[in-house]
């Protein structure tokens, strides 16, 4: 029997063929893979550090499908457990965020402390309880691995996972060019910010680094750009990063990073006037050095397989993917923003932020709205492949670029040119690593899916 | 990519009030009936996507704010220094939105969803002055989107500021406060 998941991703290079078939984003069993191994299988990002400040603050969050709390005991440790009580399985933690000592479950009053411990059995001298129930754990049930990076919090609810390091790998120095923008680090700004799409996860995930639809898709934002730009008289409104004195310019250099752990990162050159960084870019050089500054300011995209996306470019901003159902995803956005910023910048980070990257702005809707117009295409059934990871295939190469090796990294395969060459074959790494955890024989139990899904054979109506 | 969707009368935003904006003899506010007419009107203008008469409701340096939640019933308290689902310091922000939904393309924008406004209890929240007044009211939108056929409706409350200007009693100020924060898919100015 081949193997389900391979099938889905025709990867020849010596052919010049890479592609991905549709199956991939419509087909429930995949999906149900995906949760498995991705979601409830590997490390995922749950939470910044920076939500949880004090003793005893909790949020609640998923991961892939299960209910998490994730809590700061009364030293400072940070911990993530199933958030569901251990006696009759209801959610314990039941708001968004908080700040307590003691979490007690609302149904029979069990009560749990900060770091997950069982802190009171409601009349247990009284119950009559068997020694072999004394012999269990009644403690919140911890996730299987639980690390941070960098203030980044990671999980896993599989205990058979590579160090957090090692999964993070390179992508590691993208998050050192988040953190490092000021001494002090960085912090989410309060405001939440979330929506929902009707279309696969993975839409989401290439999206953020593919180059190819920025112009034809936000014609619209890059339109006002230029209205704002010859109307002198507008004070209302900050200069966005690419609305540079004489108008937009989008013919500069890009390329692009894959790492073999599926993450990605696609980088543009682009006017670094109107950058928030800026002003400070002498500071910068001479606490990052010159490479990482100039780096700073590019227009970064880095995709942290399968859930966490960085983008640098309007502004800072951190999205979290959920996935929901094959056609239903849910995006949280989060406006990251240099601790200790002054007044103006953070100013103009927010009006930035907001233009582009919420779902009520004048950017991101057009994306979202795209990738529900590609769910609605997947339909047409027939149709098995798709032709969206060809381009740059005769420019990409495998290991470090002279960029790469300017940032002292390694990935699996680097590439770089003019904007339009806006450069597919970063979907490559990231789908490598799809098919190779969906596929891996990992003795979980989870079957890979053995039966034929969608028709992938033509046939004559 | 050259196709203009919004229909309705297109021109500079002062040029086209809609007919019964609501007068008070000088030195005298609103009343709460004449108040509420104001609202009522900006919500057919929107439904009826007659934008110009939409934004002629609006002083030329109107605030139009739409907080974020911080938390489960705690709003964003200062757009400077906290995130907004929708800030613009003054109209000519809300006309880039017009201006992009005309441009043809967004495609965030086409087809335009039919909406239906409801505005209702709507009541001073402050006493009322000669020349400004503050209202509180609850609102809905239902919205229709045509791409599937299918309905759904934000809700929440709005928050106005109407003052009298050269042309006469307008919009200085309106925040918008949206309940039900998990967007499906995008939010724009016509659908809150």
């Known amino acids: 029997m081949p193997d389900p998941i391979a099938r889905l991703i025709d990867d020849r290079p010596g052919d010049g063929v890479f592609r991905v078939h549709r199956d991939a984003f419509r087909d429930p069993d995949v999906f149900a893979l995906e949760m498995a191994r991705l979601f409830e299988g590997g490390w995922v990002f749950v939470a910044h550090a920076s939500q949880l400040p004090a003793p005893h603050d909790y949020l609640t969050t998923t991961i892939g499908r299960q209910p998490v709390v994730v809590m700061r005991d009364a030293r400072g440790s940070l911990g993530a457990f199933l958030n569901s009580c251990r006696h009759k399985g209801a959610v314990v933690c039941h708001h968004a965020r908080g700040n307590r000592k003691l979490q007690v479950c609302r149904y029979h009053g069990w009560s749990y402390d900060s770091a997950g411990r069982n802190a009171m059995i409601k009349a247990r001298a009284e119950g009559a309880y068997a020694p072999a129930f004394d012999a269990d754990s009644h403690d919140l049930l911890p996730v299987a691995r639980f690390a941070q990076y960098r203030g980044f919090l990671f999980a896993s609810l599989s205990p058979d996972v590579p160090s957090l390091e090692a999964h993070l790998g390179d992508a590691r120095v993208f998050i050192d060019l988040v953190v490092d923008q000021s001494e002090h680090g960085i912090e989410l700004v309060p405001g939440d910010v979330r929506y929902t799409y009707r279309g696969n996860w993975k839409l989401q995930l290439e999206n953020s680094i593919d180059a190819y639809h920025f112009t034809s898709t936000h014609p619209s934002y890059l339109g006002l750009l230029d209205r704002r730009a010859q109307a002198k008289e507008r004070d209302d409104v900050p200069a966005a990063v690419w609305q540079s004195a004489g108008g937009r310019q989008v013919d500069d250099a890009m390329g692009s990073f894959g790492f073999a752990q599926g993450h990605a990162m696609v980088w543009t050159t682009s006017p670094v006037e109107r950058h928030p960084l800026f002003p400070r870019l002498r500071e910068l050089q001479a606490r990052v050095g010159p490479v990482r500054a100039d780096w700073m300011l590019r227009t970064r995209q880095l995709d942290v397989f399968p859930n966490l996306q960085i983008a640098s470019n309007a502004a800072l901003q951190m999205r979290v993917i959920r996935p929901l159902a094959p056609d239903l995803t849910e995006v949280s956005s989060y406006c990251l923003a240099p601790v200790g910023e002054d007044a103006p910048a953070r100013r103009q980070r927010l009006r930035q932020y907001e233009d582009f990257f919420n779902p009520s702005g004048l950017a991101t809707p057009d994306d979202t709205v795209s990738y529900e117009d590609c769910q609605r295409g997947f339909e047409a059934g027939r149709i098995e492949w798709l032709q969206g990871a060809a381009r740059g295939m005769t420019r990409v190469g495998p290991g470090a670029d002279a960029h790469a090796r300017e940032l002292g990294i390694e990935p699996a395969q680097s590439t770089h040119g003019a904007f339009a060459m806006a450069d597919e074959t970063v979907f490559h790494a990231l789908y490598r690593a799809w098919r190779r955890r969906l596929s891996a024989d990992m003795g979980d139990g989870v079957a890979a899916p053995t039966t034929p899904t969608t028709p992938t054979t033509p046939t004559t109506p | ?192």
């Not at chain 2, 000088?26 to 110009?52: I, M, N, V, Y």
Request: net charge negative; aromatic share 10%; hydrophobic share 40%.
């Open chain 2, 1 to 192: 990519m050259s196709e203009t969707r919004a229909p309705g009368p297109r021109g500079p935003s002062d040029a086209a009030p809609p007919f019964g904006i609501p007068t008070s003899p000088a030195g005298q506010p609103l009343a709460l009936a004449d108040a509420t007419q104001l609202l009522h009107l900006e919500a057919h203008s929107l439904d009826l996507q007659r934008w110009d008469e939409w934004l002629s409701l609006y002083h030329s340096d109107a605030r139009f704010w739409m907080p974020a939640w911080t938390d489960e019933h705690l709003l964003s308290r200062s757009p400077d220094e906290e995130l907004s689902l929708m800030y613009c310091a003054a109209r000519a922000g809300l006309e880039d939105r017009v201006w992009r939904v005309r441009s043809g393309l967004s495609v965030a924008s086409m087809p335009l969803p039919r909406t239906t406004h409801v505005v209702a209890n709507t009541v001073f929240a402050a006493p009322p002055d000669a020349d400004r007044v503050e209202l509180r009211s609850a609102w809905t939108c239902h919205v229709y989107e045509l791409k599937r056929r299918e309905h759904h409706a934000f809700f929440g409350r709005y928050e106005h500021v109407l003052t009298r200007g050269q042309a006469g009693w307008r919009i200085a100020a309106k925040t918008v406060v949206l309940m039900n924060d998990r967007i499906p898919t995008m939010l724009d100015f016509y659908c809150v």
